[in-house]
């Protein structure tokens, strides 16, 4: 923003003052009729756009998140989501290393056709435990307190 501004650029509204850190979404199957892409199919080409802008930010994936949908609307080969929250939880610490944050998109909603689009992380509880196995590495939680502290 400086360099812009000192270069006189004045026509431009800015939403924020500066940017710590980059984000990305990340969605799988929306609706029961798509497909459920794998997360790397989803991720790589954004990540290493990501990883040009600015070569030392971290990355968060600002959103993400896959529906649940009964067996009989994808074909047997298609990624479930446990699998998927499990595949994507892993990958974002491994494949890819400046990502830092994830934040799951716990949303629910019903479709012109009076189906569900059921992408709560609750959505079932193999979904749950995929995620709960998932966060539990010390990456993600790290030193981070969820209880209070007693006074001294």
């Not at 009076?114 to 749950?128: F, I």
């Not at 998932?134 to 007693?150: F, V």
Request: hydrophobic share 40%; glycine share 6%.
């Amino acid at each position: 923003m400086d360099r812009v501004r000192a270069r006189g650029a004045s026509n431009i509204k800015w939403m924020l003052d500066y940017v710590d850190w980059l984000g990305l979404s990340v969605y799988g199957q929306q609706y029961k009729d798509e497909p459920n892409p794998d997360v790397p199919s989803l991720v790589d080409w954004p990540y290493q756009q990501m990883c040009r802008l600015d070569p030392n930010k971290p990355i968060m994936i600002a959103e993400w998140a896959t529906g649940e949908f009964p067996l009989t609307t994808a074909p047997p080969s298609a990624i479930r989501k446990p699998a998927w929250i499990k595949q994507g939880l892993e990958l974002f610490r491994t494949r890819y290393p400046r990502i830092k944050a994830a934040l799951y998109w716990h949303e629910r909603w019903q479709n012109a056709d009076g189906s569900y689009s059921n992408l709560r992380v609750n959505s079932s509880v193999e979904s749950l435990q995929a995620y709960r196995d998932g966060i539990a590495h010390p990456d993600w939680l790290g030193d981070l307190i969820l209880r209070a502290i007693p006074k001294k």
